[in-house]
């Protein structure tokens, strides 16, 4: 039985995919449902029983270490380990070498949400005599993935982004290996990418003959990497949420499962859940529908909101048509000028996408 099984999470990647948000802030600590994706798989690994975590941290290490700090709030013993630059997951795996030994460990990338976690899986490998456990599911866009190809039980082949994919099972962004996948790392070459691939280094092992087992994942699991994905995944946690009103109501209608948090004001408005409301954030004659997660601070005045998310201190105020399926970063103020002749006036950063209906 394996007792001593170690976490490591991979938090170093730029989040060229989030952009602008992730040109100022990391790509992990993007809220979802009002809170840090990277938060939900530090939880997962200490609800499968692990306490000791390596978190491998690029040039956003300062953000995430100042979010996580030692690991204590999440009960866990957390290391930061530096990466030189995102040069693949296997790449990563070397990297932790020291902080690994000859521990096995379950690899987690941080920007990944499983509904159902990952106890039950962790507990099959501390009973498994397998070298790794891959988790698969099926998707419609396998080409888009990381592939595997079965025979049975056991799995054959690994392709990554192949353009041709020899099967719609894709690898979900949660690994469980033994100490035998440094050597497997160690023997592989650089991709096409310039990066060394996790997907090479578990061939590797294949072809060394020791056991890959495979698990495929029924419940939800969300890449967050992408802006459609981060709301996806917002709507996904928010409709489990457990209603709770710890603000104040004035006035108002609030319907279906919403939290409102501590601190928050909620004035002449209409409030239809699943939604979250943060701690000091203003609502007044305004809209906020299901789907959505009003950060801290935020303000929505004279205005309708659904299916988005908004970040810490941005304001919505003073508009004619309703916002929807949006992200908003940090201290963003949207709102309608008094000024004539009425015009549109834009500030936007790289990498924007502004779509008017």
Sequence with gaps: MREDIKGLVLSGGAGTRLRPITHTSAKQLVP???????????????????????????????????????????????????????????????????????SPFVMYLGDNLLRDGIAELVADFRVSDADAMILLQRVPDPSSYGVAELDGARVVRLVEKPADPPSDLALVGV??????????????????????????????????????????????????GRIEDMLEANRLILDVLEPSVRGEVVDSTVEGRVVIEPGARVVDSSVRGPAVIGAGAVVEHAYVGPYTAISEDVVIRRAEVEHSIFLRGSRLEDLDARVESSLVGRDVTIARSTAKPRAYRFMVGDSSEIGIL
């Design 32 to 102: 979802v449902a009002n809170r840090p994706v990277l938060f939900y798989g530090l939880d997962a690994l200490r609800a499968a029983g692990i306490e000791e975590v390596g978190i491998i941290v690029g040039d956003t290490h300062a953000e995430i270490e100042a979010a996580v700090g030692d690991g204590s709030a999440f009960g866990l013993r957390v290391t930061y380990i530096r990466q030189e630059a995102p040069l693949g997951l296997a790449h990563a795996v070397l990297t932790a070498e020291e902080f690994l030994g000859d």
């Design 175 to 224: 690994y469980m290996f033994t100490s035998a996948i440094l050597d497997s790392a160690k023997a592989i070459n650089p991709s096409g990418r310039g990066e060394l691939e996790i997907t090479d280094a578990i061939q590797n092992m294949i072809d060394r003959d020791l056991r890959v087992e495979p698990h495929t994942v029924t419940g939800w699991w969300k890449d967050t």
